[in-house]
C-alpha cells in the first residue's frame, strides 16, 4: 500500500497540487490548489486511479455495484477506477458517467455506461469538494432514477474548509444525503507531509509556505 506522503509527492509532481496564491470559487485566497485535471498521461491517469481504487476497498469494499463519474473531471476518473479495481481486487464494478446536455438522437438520454436498469448501489467518483455543489448537482440526476441508490462518495483531497454552517463540505454532503463520504487524504496530511524539511526540499516549496497553510487552516479549517 503506497504511503500518504507518497500521494502527495504524487499530486506535487503532476502538477494537480501546487503551492502559491491563488483563489478558490468561493472567493477564499488559499495557498494551496487541487485540481485533478492536471494529470494528462496514461501512466499519471493510471497511477492516480490505483489510490482511489485502494481507497474505494478500504471504506467501500464490495458494498456498492457501481462507480458515477460526474461530467467532466469524474469521467476519466470513474472509468480508469472501475478498471484498477478489476486488475488489482477482482472486483468487476459497472461505471456511469452523464452528459452535460441530453442526447436526441441513437439511445438518447444524459446517461453513458450503465443506466440502472436494476437496483444498483453507487459510490460517486469526484477530485475534490470545496462547497460541494458539483456533488449536489450530481444528486439531483441520481435522486429521480428509481433503481439508483448512492451509498457513498469518494474523493482525492478533503480540504476540510469551514461552510457558513460550520462544517465541511464532506460533513455537509453526508449528514444531508445520508450517505458515506470519504478522501484518499485531507489537508492534515498534506501538512504533515510540509512539516518535514526534506519533503519542502524535494518539492521545492515556496518559502514559508507550512506558515501559511497553517495560518489558513486555522482561519478556515474545521
Same mark, same amino acid.
Given at each position: 500500500?503506497?504511503s500518504?506522503?507518497?500521494?502527495? %509527492?504524487?499530486?506535487v509532481?503532476?502538477?494537480?497540487?501546487?503551492?502559491g496564491?491563488?483563489v478558490t470559487k468561493?472567493g477564499?485566497?488559499?495557498p $494551496?490548489f487541487?485540481?485533478?485535471?492536471?494529470?494528462?498521461?496514461?501512466k499519471a491517469?493510471?497511477?492516480?486511479?490505483t489510490? =482511489?481504487?485502494?481507497?474505494?476497498?478500504?471504506?467501500?469494499?464490495?458494498e456498492?455495484t457501481?462507480?458515477?463519474?460526474?461530467a $467532466?473531471k469524474?469521467i476519466?476518473?470513474c472509468?480508469t477506477?472501475?478498471?484498477?479495481?478489476?486488475e488489482?481486487?477482482?472486483q468487476?464494478l459497472?461505471?456511469t458517467y452523464?452528459?452535460?446536455?441530453?442526447?436526441?438522437?441513437?439511445?438518447?438520454?444524459?446517461?453513458?455506461?450503465?443506466t =440502472?436498469?436494476?437496483?444498483t448501489?453507487i459510490v460517486?467518483i469526484?477530485d475534490?469538494i470545496t462547497?460541494?455543489?458539483?456533488?449536489?448537482e450530481?444528486?439531483?440526476i441520481?435522486k429521480v432514477?428509481?433503481?439508483?441508490?448512492?451509498?457513498g462518495?469518494?474523493? #482525492?483531497v478533503?480540504?476540510r474548509?469551514?461552510l457558513?454552517?460550520?462544517k #465541511?463540505?464532506l460533513?455537509?454532503v453526508q449528514?444531508? $444525503?445520508g450517505?458515506k463520504?470519504r478522501?484518499?487524504?485531507?489537508i492534515?496530511d498534506i501538512?504533515?507531509f510540509?512539516e518535514k524539511?526534506?519533503?519542502?526540499?524535494?518539492?521545492n516549496?515556496?518559502?514559508g509556505?507550512?506558515e501559511?497553510?497553517y495560518?489558513y487552516? %486555522?482561519?478556515?479549517g474545521?
Amino acid at each position: 500500500m503506497q504511503s500518504i506522503d507518497t500521494f502527495v %509527492k504524487f499530486l506535487v509532481d503532476s502538477g494537480a497540487l501546487k503551492f502559491g496564491d491563488f483563489v478558490t470559487k468561493s472567493g477564499r485566497k488559499t495557498p $494551496y490548489f487541487i485540481n485533478t485535471g492536471e494529470f494528462r498521461t496514461g501512466k499519471a491517469l493510471s497511477t492516480l486511479a490505483t489510490y =482511489y481504487a485502494n481507497a474505494y476497498v478500504e471504506h467501500f469494499n464490495e458494498e456498492a455495484t457501481n462507480l458515477f463519474g460526474p461530467a $467532466y473531471k469524474g469521467i476519466p476518473l470513474c472509468a480508469t477506477t472501475a478498471m484498477r479495481l478489476s486488475e488489482l481486487h477482482n472486483q468487476n464494478l459497472t461505471f456511469t458517467y452523464n452528459r452535460k446536455e441530453a442526447k436526441d438522437h441513437g439511445e438518447g438520454g444524459t446517461l453513458v455506461g450503465d443506466t =440502472y436498469k436494476e437496483k444498483t448501489k453507487i459510490v460517486i467518483i469526484e477530485d475534490v469538494i470545496t462547497a460541494g455543489t458539483s456533488v449536489n448537482e450530481t444528486m439531483q440526476i441520481l435522486k429521480v432514477i428509481p433503481n439508483a441508490e448512492v451509498i457513498g462518495l469518494l474523493i #482525492s483531497v478533503d480540504r476540510r474548509e469551514r461552510l457558513e454552517n460550520g462544517k #465541511s463540505a464532506l460533513q455537509t454532503v453526508q449528514e444531508s $444525503y445520508g450517505l458515506k463520504a470519504r478522501a484518499i487524504i485531507t489537508i492534515d496530511d498534506i501538512i504533515a507531509f510540509l512539516e518535514k524539511e526534506e519533503n519542502r526540499r524535494e518539492i521545492n516549496a515556496p518559502e514559508g509556505i507550512l506558515e501559511r497553510v497553517y495560518q489558513y487552516r %486555522k482561519e478556515w479549517g474545521c
